[in-house]
């Protein structure tokens, strides 16, 4: 079974900048779409970004300008950018992959285990 594996979080002052990356791994014949979501402490999980596999990207207007996202997909892998961290951008961040596994005729959605995102002074 396909998996995520993330990582390059932790604790950063407010301005400075942050990378997260997520590795899938397994029998993957194709990547459809990836992506970045985020939960904060009593709130719901909000996406954060989404790249497809064209390289169309899409961003939640609150990173709009600071965060990018890209991907290699020799690698299988998607990044997260993140520039002029605020103190609102603390979260546990999840990488989320649709993919596509060999023997299956379909595609389902993977999610990481989440890293931790503190930005703080």
């Known amino acids: 079974q396909a998996q995520l594996v993330e990582s390059g979080g932790g604790l950063v002052q407010p301005g400075y900048s942050l990378t997260l990356s997520c590795a899938a791994s397994?029998?993957?014949?194709?990547?459809?779409?990836m992506g970045w979501y985020r939960q904060a402490p009593g709130k719901e999980r909000e996406l954060v970004a989404l790249?497809?596999?064209?390289?169309?990207?899409h961003y939640v207007d609150s990173v709009k300008g600071r965060f990018t996202i890209s991907r290699d997909n020799a690698k299988n892998t998607v990044y997260l950018q993140m520039n002029s961290l605020k103190p609102e951008d603390t979260a546990v961040y999840y990488c989320?992959?649709?993919?596509?596994?060999?023997?299956?005729?379909?595609?389902?959605?993977?999610w990481g285990q989440g890293t931790q995102v503190t930005v703080s002074s």
């Open positions: 989320n992959a649709n993919l596509r596994e060999t023997g299956r005729d379909y595609s389902s959605d993977y």
């Open positions: 397994g029998s993957i014949i194709s990547i459809n779409r």
């Open positions: 790249i497809f596999s064209r390289g169309a990207t």
